[in-house]
């Protein structure tokens, strides 16, 4: 049972475009989420996240929104870049601080 | 700047081998983590540690053990190697738990078991 899910194994993008990674979740008392970042052969790190009272956080060229009522959370990114060619994960904070994971989505940006 | 250091980066165990995954980290952080990645799934948290001494069962303890007698190592112990303990296992590091945007990943040791 699946409780953050990322729909899109893989996504492709021109360059200069927008670039929108989603992720769905379950539990309505997940109270922080975060998107992470993976290279191949690296371990994850962390891109940008947002606290479950907000409904929008941005950072330079990455902007996470989450809509609470739909449990659906999406990572803009704007405008992409070869170098953000990467696995991107969800994760969000459960009541116990763990953190509960997406499978991750691929994205290619293509020259 | 080494940060969370783990090794070895690769290994090709035979069923029922044992062997340890080494972790250390440099920044003084209280929690560490081990988590695996199966294909096409997400980080799943094996075991964590909020401080020397102390150590906690995560999502998948089944088949692993730890220990965390130094605030800086946290090695992950692989008794009986199984084919269902294929997998990539990342080592991290925090803090505190209580804010995932700390969590500081190693680059990852790939398993095999066969």
Redesign the interface.
């Given at each position: 049972d699946?409780q953050?899910k990322q729909n899109s194994?893989s996504l492709s993008v021109q360059e200069g475009r927008i670039s929108i990674l989603n992720c769905d979740y379950t539990n309505s008392m997940f109270d922080?989420f975060?998107w992470y970042k993976k290279y191949p052969?690296?371990?994850?790190?962390?891109l940008i996240?947002i606290s479950s009272i907000k409904d929008k956080n941005e950072d330079g060229r990455f902007t996470v929104f989450l809509n609470k009522s739909a449990k659906h959370l999406s990572l803009h990114i704007v405008p992409s870049q070869p170098g953000d060619s990467a696995v991107y994960?969800c994760?969000a904070?459960d009541s116990n601080?763990?953190?509960?994971?997406?499978?991750?989505t691929k994205l290619i940006i293509k020259p | 700047n080494a940060g969370?250091t783990q090794t070895p980066k690769f290994r090709i165990l035979k069923i029922g081998q044992s062997m340890t995954l080494q972790c250390t980290q440099d920044m003084n952080h209280n929690y560490m983590y081990w988590y695996r990645q199966d294909p096409?799934?997400?980080?799943?948290?094996i075991y964590?540690s909020v401080g020397a001494g102390i150590t906690d069962k995560?999502?998948v303890p089944n088949g692993y053990n730890v220990s965390r007698s130094t605030t800086e190592d946290f090695p992950l112990r692989l008794e009986l190697a199984a084919p269902s303990q294929t997998s990539v296992y990342?080592c991290?590091s925090s803090y505190s738990?209580?804010?995932?945007?700390?969590?500081?990943?190693?680059?990852?040791s790939w398993l095999t078991v066969v």
């Open positions: 699946q953050v194994p922080y975060l052969a690296e371990g994850p790190t962390f996240s994960f994760a904070k601080y763990q953190l509960i994971w997406g499978a991750g | 969370v096409g799934m997400g980080l799943k948290l964590y995560g999502e990342f991290a738990g209580h804010s995932g945007n700390t969590i500081y990943f190693g680059e990852g």
